[in-house]
Structure formats: C-alpha cells, structure tokens
C-alpha cells in the first residue's frame, strides 16, 4: 500500500513508521545552525522551502532545480511509502547548514532544537482555505485515505481527527512559542499579497543581505504561476500512486477565499461560531481574503 503509516502520538495521527522512530525522532540533535521550516500541512510548505531555497542558491534558478521539492529538503517525521529510508535519516545525513521541515505541533518537537535556540520560520494560513486545500489533497494524494465528501471532511477538520491533529491547536501552540523562541511567523496571505516584504522580513531574520535584482528574481520564480508550470516544485514528477494529479493538481489555485467556493452558508455560520469558542484568548488574526 502506498498509504502513510499512522503513529498516534498524544492522540495526534502522525505518518512515523514506528514507536522506536518515533523515539527516534524526539532524540534528534539539533544543530544551532538548522533552520526549521514548520507549518500544518496545506499552508504554503513548498512555497516557502522554494523561497528559502532561492535565498540559499543567492537566486540561482537552476541550482533549485537540482531535484523535486520533496527530496530536496527532508521532513522530521516523515516516512513515505515509495522512499527507501525515513526522512529522519536524511536529516541525519545532511551537512550543515540544514533545512528542516517538520508539520509538528509545538508540543511535540525534538527538545534539541530549542535547547539549540535553533531558528524557525512558521507559516501559518487561514484555517478555511487550509481545510479546502487539505480536502483537496485527501483526494489526491494516495499517501491519505479519502476523503468521502466535503461534509465529512469538514467535520473531520474541525474536531482535530486528521494527520498532524487540530489546526487550531497547531497555529496557537506556534504562536505562544514565539514569545520564547527564535520564531518568525508569518501569514500565507501577506505573503500571497506582498511577497517583496514578507521575504524582506526572512532575510533580517536570516541576517542575509541580497540585491534588489536577486530579491525580484526570487518573487517571480517562487509565484504561484512558474511554480505550478515547474516539473522540480509542482510534484508532477513522482510517481502517480502517490499523487494523482488528474484528480486534483498540487499547484491547485494558490489563493486566498477559494473556501467560499466550497463552504454552505450555514457551515460557514457553524464555522464562525466554533472558530470564536476554538479561538477564545488567542491575539491571533487571519484574514480569509485578500
Ligand atoms: P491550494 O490547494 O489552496 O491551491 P503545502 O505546500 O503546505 O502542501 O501547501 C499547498 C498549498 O499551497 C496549495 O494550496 C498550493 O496551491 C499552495 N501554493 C504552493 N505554491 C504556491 C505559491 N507559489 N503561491 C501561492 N500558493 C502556493
């Protein structure tokens, strides 16, 4: 089967083959010069890794093409069915400095990477283009079991019951720990909206200085459109027992407010409502259009 294997951890499903991986996994040694890419699935991961990429490669769009997005930079947790070795074990292998991406809420990451003090760019996304866009996926990625329809989906989204848990959790327990830790959060839809900025702000974060020239090349070559007609960032190019894209394209539309597409009116009020009781306390803001 090409199906994730599913370890539940804290009642959170996670796709770790094992309970000794996953031990594993919490033991990892962080290095103080990893960066850590972090986000709940379905949030803008390849979009950032390609920019971070592209800031790495000082622009060079031919050095990021090396190879697809998914073997390019290793997940912490991740074992995929078609690859040989747990992700974890690529990490591992990495030269210094790594990128590491990890869908992990804040509660479960390796305790190394904060003794570390490692840096860590968070992206978050407006929890109903977040649950389109993972409903989507469900149909097809064969990593995940189906979806049935958007009403079940839907309602498995809001209580948590899908891989890497709750949403609300994961974006709440980033931003407290932002307070703590080395922690750039940023916005899918600031990034949707004013690329130029939100990169200006990763590279302070990254104490990095890059040219005008190389910043504008790194916006266009990291824009929806040259990501979704890119074999190297668009996932066409890995085999379609994992990903069918007939079904539903990765590079599916990449914009803020398709959930109105999707979403009834009195889901929607259901929505809001429950969003206000999940949310209570949190200074947290999203913006569900741009
Ligand atoms: P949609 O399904 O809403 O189109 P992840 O990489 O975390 O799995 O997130 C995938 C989502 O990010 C998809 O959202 C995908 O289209 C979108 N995405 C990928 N690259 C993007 C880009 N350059 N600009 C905007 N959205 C992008």
Redesign the pocket.
């Known amino acids: 089967s090409t199906l994730f294997n599913i370890l539940e951890v804290d009642g959170i499903p996670l796709p770790v083959l094992s309970k000794e991986m996953w031990n594993k996994i919490s033991n990892f040694q962080a290095r103080p010069d990893d960066l850590f890419l972090v986000?709940y699935?379905?949030?803008?991961?390849?979009?950032m890794?390609?920019i971070l990429d592209m800031i790495k490669n000082d622009g060079d769009v031919e050095k990021c093409k090396r190879v697809n997005t998914l073997e390019r930079y290793p997940f912490l947790e991740v074992k995929f069915p078609h690859k040989e070795k747990p992700d974890l074990e690529i990490a591992l292998e990495m030269s210094s400095p790594r990128l590491i991406k990890t869908h992990l809420p804040s509660h479960l990451i390796p305790p190394s990477i904060w003794k570390e003090n490692c840096k860590i760019i968070y992206?978050a996304?407006n929890a109903k283009?977040c649950l389109?866009?993972f409903y989507?996926?469900h149909r097809m990625a064969s990593l995940l079991p189906d979806p049935q329809n958007f009403e079940e989906f839907y309602e498995k989204f809001m209580s948590g019951k899908v891989l890497f848990g709750s949403w609300f959790d994961h974006v709440k327990g980033w931003w407290a720990a932002k307070d703590t830790h080395q922690i750039l959060y940023l916005f899918?839809e600031d990034?949707?909206k004013d690329p130029k900025r939100e990169i200006e702000k990763i590279l302070k974060f990254l104490e990095k200085d890059i040219s005008e020239e190389i910043l504008n090349k790194i916006i266009y070559h990291?824009?929806?459109d040259?990501?979704?007609q890119n074999p190297m960032?668009n996932y066409t190019t890995l085999p379609t027992s994992i990903m069918d894209h007939s079904i539903s394209p990765?590079?599916?539309?990449?914009?803020p407010g398709?959930w109105k597409n999707y979403f009834t009116v009195a889901q929607n009020e259901e929505f809001d409502k429950d969003y206000q009781k999940k949310m209570t306390g949190s200074t947290l803001t999203f913006r569900t259009e741009i």
């Open positions: 986000t699935p379905k949030s803008g991961t390849t979009w890794q390609e992206v996304r283009d389109v866009s989507h996926f899918y990034i949707k990291t824009s929806f040259v990501m979704k960032t990765f590079m599916r539309k990449g914009m398709d």
